[in-house]
């Protein structure tokens, strides 16, 4: 069965998503990281049986000494995917290349708008109809890569960034293990920073998926 190497700094709901849907996506979840030893969804990890390593930022003078150790650890595990799943770090080029088209990440808006932090805040504060959340392969650039998929909601007039958070949470514990089931089934590539499924080359939003 392939395997995935999910990666996280926090609560880990991503990550309990992707644990209780391993049978459904076929992707055995081989090992988790975090750079923070408190991070709950360790505890979430070791309850389902999965290996854990911390690799604390506080161990490593810098960034490159960081990433040095996590590709090494990557190395050695020898997944076929990497998963970032709230894995709050900026990884240097050199790492991301390394894993080029086998690292995907979550992040909660439409992307390309809204790279970076507060993302429910800044759709609410630009009056956006819609919002969501957006799987893509991870690239040197932050929050850019090509995007896979995207499940959409729209924003209502109750919405304040708190009840965006959770609905678009919700709609992010549903996307990922479809992404992943994809990657499982060998249907997803990245080539020339573009992404394909099946075999066709999908629209910049990736495969939209639209919720109430
Ligand atoms: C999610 O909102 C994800 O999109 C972002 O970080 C958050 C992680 O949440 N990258 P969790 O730790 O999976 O609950």
């Known amino acids: 069965m392939p395997s995935m190497v999910v990666l996280i700094s926090g609560s880990g709901s991503n990550l309990q998503s992707l644990i209780d849907s391993q049978v459904s996506h076929g992707m055995s979840i081989k ?117 896979i998929a995207q499940a959409r909601l729209p924003i209502s007039a109750a919405d304040n960034a708190d009840s965006l958070q959770q609905r678009v949470h919700r709609l992010e514990h549903q996307l990922y293990p479809i992404v992943v089931q994809w990657f499982a089934e060998g249907k997803l590539q990245m080539n020339s920073q573009q992404t394909w499924l099946d075999g066709q080359l999908l629209k910049p939003q990736g495969m939209v998926f639209d919720h109430e």
């Not at 996590?70 to 894993?99: S, W, Y």
């Not at 088209?101 to 992307?111: A, D, E, Q, T, W």
């Not at 800044?122 to 850019?144: K, M, N, S, Y």
């Open 31 to 147: 090992a988790v990281i975090s750079n923070k030893a408190e991070a709950y969804g360790l505890v979430r990890a070791q309850a389902a049986g999965i290996e854990t390593f911390v690799i604390s930022h506080l161990d490593h003078a810098d960034r490159d000494g960081y990433d040095q150790a996590l590709g090494e650890r990557l190395q050695e595990l020898d997944a076929d995917l990497i998963v970032l799943a709230g894995f709050m770090r900026i990884l240097t080029p050199t790492l991301v290349n390394r894993f080029l088209g086998k690292m995907i990440n979550i992040h909660p808006s439409l992307l390309p708008h809204y790279p970076g932090l507060r993302t429910h805040a800044r759709a609410l504060d630009a009056g956006d109809q819609w919002h969501g959340c957006t799987v893509h392969f991870v690239i040197p650039e932050l929050d850019a890569g090509p995007n």
